[in-house]
């Protein structure tokens, strides 16, 4: 059972490059998230997507952005890395909204130098 | 926004010996979840609770959710090695206008000693 994938596993990206990240889910959920997690300061959202079609932000979106043109794909786009944004990315899945119930995937851990 | 003020942030236990960690929050929840992260890997669900008041056991797990809904606990009895992990906690709540809000606590460090 795949679940979520993400891609890349790791990736190191000199500054003021852009990096696409992606994800992948084939449980059919209707709402994606990704997250960054950062020692000392957990998991943080990004952007989030009720349904295909729809985005929204998170508590950290600048310097980010996302599309999901269908339900299983939901790609993070950095267009010009700078060195804050080095951290481990996840990118989660939720059936229901009011369950509050994700599935994570393995993380995308990204370095910017 | 909402925040989660888990506790303790790191904890050293020996092999056997039962571990407690906690969320507050100065919000009300209608759902708390726990979830276990391992080292290089995303968090997996543990425990979702789903009443207050609620005590739900996953093996030597237990968790329970708050009379007040403003907190949860998270206890690990005869711990071993594979415990060994991040845990995080997370409340989940209506914020209006058809929206629901997931808030993570910044996790618990469990390290276990053989």
């Known amino acids: 059972t795949a679940g979520i994938t993400q891609a890349p596993t790791s990736q190191i990206l000199a500054a003021g490059r852009s990096m696409t990240l992606r994800c992948t889910q084939d449980m059919r959920h209707n709402a994606m998230y990704w997250y960054r997690q950062d020692l000392g300061l957990g998991l943080r959202l990004i952007h989030y997507?009720?349904?295909?079609?729809?985005?929204g932000k998170g508590e950290v979106p600048d310097g980010y952005s996302v599309s999901r043109a269908n339900t299983d794909d939901f790609p993070l786009t950095l267009a010009s890395a700078v060195p804050s944004q080095t951290s481990v990315y996840f990118c989660a899945s939720r059936l229901a909204r009011d369950t509050g119930e994700l599935f994570f995937g393995e993380g995308s851990r990204l370095t910017v130098l | 926004g909402q925040q989660l003020n888990q506790s303790p942030q790191s904890m050293f236990i020996q092999e056997g010996e039962d571990v407690s960690m906690n969320c507050t929050s100065s919000?009300?929840?209608?759902?708390w979840l726990w979830y276990k992260q391992d080292p290089g890997e995303g968090p997996v669900l543990l425990i979702a609770l789903y009443k207050a008041g609620e005590l739900t056991s996953n093996g030597r797990l237990t968790a329970q959710f708050g009379i007040t809904r403003k907190d949860s606990f998270l206890n690990i009895s005869a711990s071993i090695p594979s415990d060994v992990g991040i845990y995080f906690c997370?409340?989940?709540?209506?914020?209006?206008?058809?929206?629901?809000?997931?808030?993570f606590g910044k996790g618990t460090k469990l390290s276990v000693i053989p």
């Open positions: 919000s009300i929840f209608n759902t």
């Open positions: 997507s009720n349904t295909a079609g729809t985005t």
């Open positions: 997370a409340g989940h709540a209506y914020s209006g206008a058809g929206s629901y809000q997931l808030t």
